[in-house]
């Protein structure tokens, strides 16, 4: 079921009225939780439910028995359980065909010619995401920066919770797990919010990604066909896609999470505003960045250690982060491409620096503060050919492509509506960039109630480009 579909906005409506309905009943909201959030995910294919209850049966176990042992050995084992159950499935799901197929090329390169035909197995929608979110509860109880809960009703709301079930944030459980046991009042202000984080997700969704995906699928998929300008202009309509789609999710999570009373955490803060990779990543994905650095960087040693063991590590999570997107090495390759954009800024220690958004008290960048904003954009463009392209002979097909003679002329495809849309919406983005999304405050620069006009043109671009539902990009991973 998809944010964007008519299913969605008859189910929403129908889960809204009857959660509230219970609102002095906390049990039976989170019971009502549950089940909606099982529908919701059912509706792609109900047999992965039993994954996910697997999953929740087990963590549920695993922090309770961590709890109860005093042995040391035996909380590590539990914990263990834990962990392999879970990367188990992730990568039996994701990633056996990968190494399979690597395997059976490695033989051969030795001459040995293996016969194998790829295993039939179907990606469960989602599975990276709650795979890393239930991680995080049983990691945090052997820590023991959390209690384990003995409400599994709760519990498993917090695991299947349909606004972020299938594509985030990855909540963690120090965050989310508690909203669960507190009773949760109607709050006005908070759903008037929440509507307008969904609008303004939903217009980056529909109008911009969507859009971006027509003619970013167009020329990826016949990039020998088009001149190097336009292959240029293909790999910017491709980062514009995946940031509304992306983004324009979290937006919409976030937003339907305030209709029912919950706060998740913010999973992009204006990254294309970046000036430089480091302040990129404290700004794309929020959530799993930081999921790395408490649950893996940290852990490896983090930045306490020598250089070497900075530059080591800030190249695992880089790794790591690139593999965790999908079973190619073109995934992998963009993660190390971002990994060497980091390097200079961590070897000179200027890696920490850009903590605040550009121009946070200006209205306008200066003129050092739009070069960096340009190359930082113009070096994330070029990572995301590899993120986009089929495989590595499709990624240095199309750079090779870009570096030729055609690189300097106007490009065959030039949709200036799309244009005149990507502007509207980097202009608006700029002027909201100070506040949690775009539109949060826009009452506040606006007056004779202009922003209801506003409103009522987003809804109107959105109702005229939404005629095909299109799946977001990060179900895939």
């Known amino acids: 079921m998809l944010f964007n579909s008519i299913d969605f906005a008859i189910f929403l409506p129908i889960v809204f ?24 995910y059912g509706m792609w294919d109900w047999r992965f439910l039993f994954l996910i209850l697997f999953s929740t049966v087990v963590d549920y176990t695993m922090g309770i028995l961590i709890e109860k042992n005093d042995s040391k ?11 392999l159950v879970n990367l188990g499935f992730l990568g039996y799901f994701k990633y056996s065909n990968f190494f399979l197929e690597n395997f059976v090329q490695a033989f051969s390169f030795l001459g040995q010619d293996l016969k194998f035909r790829g295993l039939e197995i179907v990606l469960p929608v989602g599975i990276s995401f709650y795979t890393f ?35 985030g944030p990855i909540e963690r459980a120090t965050h989310l797990l508690p909203q669960f046991y507190r009773k949760r009042k109607f709050d006005y202000k908070l759903a008037v919010n929440g509507m307008r984080q969904i609008l303004w997700g939903l217009f980056k969704k529909v109008v911009i990604a969507d859009n971006c995906a027509q003619f970013a699928n167009q020329i990826f998929n016949n990039y020998e066909d088009y001149s190097g300008s336009t292959l240029i202009l293909g790999a910017v309509f ?48 929020i959530s799993l960045s930081t999921w790395f650095r408490d649950y893996l960087y940290i852990p490896l040693g983090g930045s306490r250690g020598g250089m070497w063991m900075k530059i080591r590590n800030t190249f695992i ?18 993660g190390a491409l971002n990994a060497l954009y980091f390097l200079p800024l961590l070897l000179s220690g200027k890696n920490r620096n850009h903590l605040e958004v550009v121009a946070y008290d200006k209205s306008l960048p200066s003129f050092k503060e739009i070069l960096q904003i340009g190359v930082t954009f113009g070096l994330t463009v070029f990572a995301w050919i590899f993120f986009r392209a089929e495989n590595l002979g499709h990624a240095f097909g199309y750079i090779n492509g870009i570096f030729s003679d ?40 606006s007056k004779f109630r202009f922003h209801y006009l506003f409103y009522l043109f987003l809804c109107y671009l959105i109702f005229i480009f939404g005629g095909q539902e299109q799946e977001f990009i990060y179900f895939q991973f």
């Open 133 to 167: 979110q239930t991680l995080s509860y049983t990691i945090d109880v052997y820590r023991k920066k959390l209690s384990p809960t003995k409400d599994f009703i709760a519990f498993s709301a917090f695991v299947s919770f349909f606004p972020q079930l299938v594509a």
């Open 17 to 40: 009225t009857l959660y509230w309905v219970l609102r002095n009943q906390l049990k039976l909201q989170n019971l009502l939780i549950v089940v909606a959030s099982y529908i919701f």
């Open 406 to 445: 055609s690189i300097i002329g106007v490009p065959e495809i030039r949709p200036s509506y799309l244009i005149a849309l990507l502007v509207v919406a980097l202009v608006v983005e700029w002027i909201g960039r100070r506040n949690q999304f775009a539109i949060e405050s826009l009452r506040i620069y």
């Open 238 to 285: 491709f980062t514009f896609q995946i940031y509304g789609d992306f983004s324009g999710y979290s937006d919409i999570a976030i937003g339907i999470s305030r209709l029912f009373g919950f706060d998740l955490m913010r999973n992009f803060a204006y990254p294309y505003f970046s000036r430089d990779i480091a302040e990129f990543w404290r700004r794309w994905h």
């Open 73 to 83: 050995n035996k909380k590590k084992l539990f914990l263990w359980i834990s962990i």
């Open 317 to 334: 999570i880089f790794l790591v982060s690139g593999f965790w997107h999908g079973a190619n090495w073109t995934f992998i390759v963009w």
